[in-house]
């Protein structure tokens, strides 16, 4: 069986690369993953003027139809495009809007809400934020307990959400709430979108790990959101957020990130080879990076695995929970090997003059832990293998 790509999208990937080579700045390194250019100041401005150039070229959502801004390209080639960003390190990409929002929309949005929010997302004009999670609904997102009141045409929205990843750049949000207290957990609940500048909507910064601020909690006090902006049947968003939730593990993004890590690492390794020759065993070294060339390879081919179904028209039940748990915990992986091989001066971090490949991989170490948490921890991606894909009972 030949697994290669088609001529056509070998020449796509071609036609990205020297796009991106034209397009960024000279001598452009890049941060080690997107959570970055919500953090820093300059990236993030940066990624919101590459933003419409990615739109301008159709390439941001290749795959939806035109009349929304898409290319209606298939789902292989748009991989590639999300591997090709990834493993350049290129912004300006809305994970939130184009990876979640968008196919959902396109899924269980009315006409309106299509000519209203598809084409903004397409071009690039608009960052989205995803509020599921709270402080007592993480894994089980069914506990939510942000209150939405029906009060005929809008919704009067109280409540809390937590680990809001980019809430304080969006302009959007999509977000989770209770509009039937007295239905079972996982009715009752309803999806709706909500522009962030509302009043009654405060932003409040949470730290993260390598002291960035890429998430926040997010408050609502009589938050107003218009009846139209319910996606999906009242009482029946626990639906939409469940497809949407398989679009966001779909991702090829976390295996290219980790190969582009790797890659730096085994160049420091070959430059460095005297050196590492007599202060480490490089017999072990060969044998650990191997390990991970093999594994990154495994994790490629998930990922391709995945577009493939989404191109047949299927959905990747189990499938993509397959994929977020190897890529995430790969990128540890990755990043523990690197840590490993590096030694030492691997551990200070970006902006000291010592640092090994400029801290990538120390920044990578701590900032990969939370990939095994956001989008669903691994814990519950494998209960969804054992249920969804294996036909287990639930518990
Ligand atoms: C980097 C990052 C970005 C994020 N961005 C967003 C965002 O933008 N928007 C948003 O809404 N949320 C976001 N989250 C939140 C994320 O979705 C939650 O952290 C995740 O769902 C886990 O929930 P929790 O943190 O409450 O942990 P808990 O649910 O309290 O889990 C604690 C531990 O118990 C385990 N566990 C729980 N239930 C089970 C079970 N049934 N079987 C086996 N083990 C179980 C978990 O695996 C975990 O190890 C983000 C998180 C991270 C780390």
């Known amino acids: 069986m030949n ?55 159709g390439w941001l959502a290749m795959a939806w139809p035109k009349a929304y801004g898409g290319q209606e390209r298939s789902h292989i080639e748009q991989t590639l495009f999300k591997e090709e960003m990834a493993y350049n390190r290129a912004p300006g990409v809305d994970f939130a809007g184009v990876g979640m929002c968008g196919p959902t929309l396109m899924m269980y949005g009315t006409p ?9 997302i397409a071009k690039g004009e608009v960052f989205w934020c995803q509020g599921f999670s709270e402080p007592e609904a993480g894994s089980d997102l069914a506990s939510l307990r942000t209150k939405a009141v029906d009060k005929g045409d809008h919704f009067l929205v109280n409540g809390q959400k937590v680990w809001t990843s980019g809430g304080h750049r969006a302009q959007w949000m999509f977000l989770l709430a209770r509009t039937d207290p007295d239905a079972s957990k996982h009715k009752g609940i309803s999806f709706m979108l909500l522009d962030m500048k509302t009043p009654g909507v405060e932003v409040r910064p949470l730290m993260n790990i390598v002291g960035g601020h890429a998430f926040n909690e997010t408050f609502f006090d009589n938050v107003r959101i218009p009846k139209e902006n319910l996606v999906g049947k009242q009482n029946d968003g626990w639906t939409v957020a469940t497809s949407l939730l398989n679009f966001e593990r779909s ?5 290219a990130s980790a190969r582009r890590l790797l890659d730096e ?11 590492l020759t007599i202060s480490r065993d490089i017999e072990v070294i060969k044998q650990k990076l191997a390990e991970m060339v093999i594994q990154l390879q495994v994790g490629r081919w998930m990922g391709y695995h995945v577009s493939y179904i989404q191109q047949k028209g299927d959905m990747p039940w189990s499938e993509a929970p397959i994929s977020k748990v190897f890529g995430s915990e790969l990128m540890q992986r990755v990043a523990n090997v690197g840590m490993e091989i590096l030694g030492p001066y ?39 293998i054992a249920t969804k894909g294996l036909g287990l009972p639930r518990s």
Do not use: C
């Open 3 to 57: 697994f290669a790509f088609t001529k056509e999208e070998e020449a796509f990937r071609q036609e990205i690369l020297t796009f991106l080579k034209q397009e960024l700045p000279p001598g452009w390194i890049g941060a080690t993953y997107y959570e970055d250019e919500l953090e820093q100041e300059e990236l993030w401005e940066l990624g919101r003027k590459f933003a419409p150039k990615l739109g301008q070229k």
């Open 112 to 120: 309106e809400q299509k000519k209203k929010f598809l084409t903004p």
């Open 251 to 255: 991702g090829i993004e976390r295996v």
């Open 265 to 275: 690492v085994i160049e420091f390794v070959r430059e460095n080879k005297k050196r």
């Open 346 to 384: 691997a551990q200070l971090e970006t902006g000291s003059k010592w640092a090994t490949l400029g801290g990538r991989v120390s920044h990578m170490y701590q900032s990969s832990l939370g990939r095994t948490l956001g989008g669903g921890t691994s814990e519950i991606q494998r209960n969804l």
